[in-house]
């Protein structure tokens, strides 16, 4: 994708060229040169969470708390296009980026429990975090062509990034003494939660996740379990792009829960992500005035091992 929008900036270059000498510049096709590029990116967010619980009675509890969150992340790539050697080897196009971006915010948590017989319902709300990273940019390089495409990774530029406010609403039923499943609901307010170029106005609604899992203690030091997911967001072409974009999908996974000793258990899980693959469609696509079609994709697997010791 960061290949195709040069290729489509190339071509709209040479185009206008093409038409200020009255076609005496050739109109550049990708036949006619080399691409080299590469691109590597990563984010990480650092959360430290604390909080206090109060037990009002013994069917209610209620919780509030806060949490600390660092944002660090770098995007690190080149792409260099030169015309074909028997064409004169010419560079077309030159961009150089490495950009490191860092942020923080607070995120103030509610939550209460409520025991009923065999019954347990329990409830959290997230404010949002209001979180704006900043660009400390090494290397930036690019023709006037490529503005909107490296253009906000300058030095000194903030972007917000907030975290959305989200509710999350659950019951279990104990069917069993050593037998129970839930159900959980998530509501995640994206619509409201600042993002580059104000692009969460582009959605048609925050983003809605179904929850239900079964747990089943099959001896006393192990338990089982197992559980599914589906994550509906409020998607629209014009959120969409090749940096930034996200796909409904369904989760399932599993886990086993091992008693070491009477105060230490170790937990394993693992789950998989299918994804709905997200087509949009263009009649201008990067601008070239001729149409053009993106497939957004990914694919995810996870693995997790914890070990927890009660006091």
Same mark, same amino acid.
């Given at each position: 994708?960061?290949? @195709?929008?040069? !290729?489509?900036?190339?071509?709209?270059?040479?185009?206008?060229?093409?038409?200020?000498? *009255? %076609?005496?510049?050739?109109?550049?096709?990708?036949?006619?040169?080399?691409?080299?590029?590469?691109?590597?990116?990563?984010?990480?967010?650092?959360?430290?969470?604390? /909080?206090?619980?109060?037990?009002?009675?013994?069917?209610?509890?209620?919780? &509030? /708390? +806060?949490? !600390?969150?660092?944002?660090? +992340?770098?995007?690190?790539?080149?792409?260099?296009?030169?015309?074909?050697?028997?064409? *004169?080897?010419?560079?077309?196009?030159?961009?150089?980026?490495?950009?490191?971006?860092? *942020?923080?915010?607070?995120?103030?948590?509610?939550?209460?429990?409520?025991?009923?017989?065999?019954?347990?319902? +329990?409830?959290?709300?997230?404010? #949002?975090?209001?979180?704006?990273?900043?660009?400390?940019?090494?290397?930036?390089?690019?023709?006037?062509?490529?503005?909107?495409?490296? /253009?906000?990774? #300058?030095?000194?530029?903030?972007?917000?990034?907030?975290?959305?406010?989200?509710?999350?609403?659950? &019951?279990?039923?104990?069917?069993?003494?050593?037998?129970?499943? @839930?159900?959980?609901?998530?509501?995640?307010?994206?619509?409201?939660?600042?993002?580059? *170029?104000?692009?969460?106005?582009?959605?048609?609604?925050?983003?809605?996740?179904?929850?239900? %899992?079964?747990?089943?203690?099959?001896?006393?030091?192990?338990?089982?379990?197992?559980?599914?997911?589906?994550?509906?967001? %409020?998607?629209?072409?014009?959120?969409? @792009?090749?940096?930034?974009? @996200?796909?409904?999908? $369904?989760?399932?996974?599993?886990?086993? #829960?091992?008693? =070491?000793?009477?105060? !230490?258990? =170790?937990?394993?899980?693992? !789950?998989?992500?299918?994804?709905?693959?997200?087509?949009? #469609?263009?009649?201008?696509?990067?601008?070239?005035?001729?149409?053009?079609?993106?497939? $957004?994709?990914?694919?995810?697997?996870?693995? +997790?091992?914890?070990?927890?010791?009660?006091?």
């Amino acid at each position: 994708m960061f290949e @195709s929008a040069a !290729m489509a900036g190339i071509f709209q270059e040479s185009l206008m060229n093409y038409i200020k000498t *009255g %076609g005496q510049s050739p109109i550049v096709t990708p036949e006619m040169y080399n691409i080299n590029s590469a691109m590597d990116g990563k984010q990480f967010i650092y959360s430290l969470q604390l /909080g206090l619980g109060y037990k009002i009675a013994d069917w209610l509890s209620v919780f &509030a /708390g +806060g949490r !600390m969150n660092y944002f660090s +992340g770098n995007y690190d790539g080149y792409l260099n296009a030169k015309l074909k050697q028997n064409l *004169g080897g010419a560079e077309l196009m030159a961009l150089a980026l490495d950009c490191d971006q860092t *942020g923080w915010g607070l995120t103030p948590v509610l939550g209460v429990d409520v025991k009923y017989g065999k019954f347990n319902f +329990g409830a959290k709300y997230e404010f #949002k975090t209001n979180l704006n990273i900043e660009n400390d940019t090494k290397k930036l390089d690019y023709p006037d062509s490529a503005e909107d495409l490296v /253009g906000a990774y #300058k030095h000194g530029v903030n972007t917000p990034n907030d975290i959305p406010s989200m509710l999350s609403v659950a &019951a279990s039923y104990q069917f069993l003494p050593m037998l129970k499943a @839930s159900v959980e609901y998530h509501f995640f307010d994206d619509k409201k939660a600042g993002m580059a *170029g104000g692009k969460q106005k582009d959605l048609e609604r925050g983003t809605n996740e179904y929850l239900l %899992g079964i747990e089943w203690d099959i001896i006393k030091r192990l338990t089982i379990s197992g559980g599914a997911q589906i994550t509906d967001y %409020g998607l629209s072409d014009s959120y969409q @792009s090749d940096t930034s974009f @996200s796909c409904d999908s $369904y989760s399932l996974g599993f886990g086993a #829960k091992v008693m =070491l000793s009477e105060k !230490m258990a =170790l937990n394993v899980g693992y !789950m998989w992500t299918t994804y709905h693959d997200y087509t949009k #469609k263009s009649d201008n696509y990067s601008g070239t005035g001729l149409p053009g079609t993106n497939v $957004y994709s990914r694919s995810n697997k996870v693995f +997790g091992l914890s070990l927890d010791y009660a006091f």
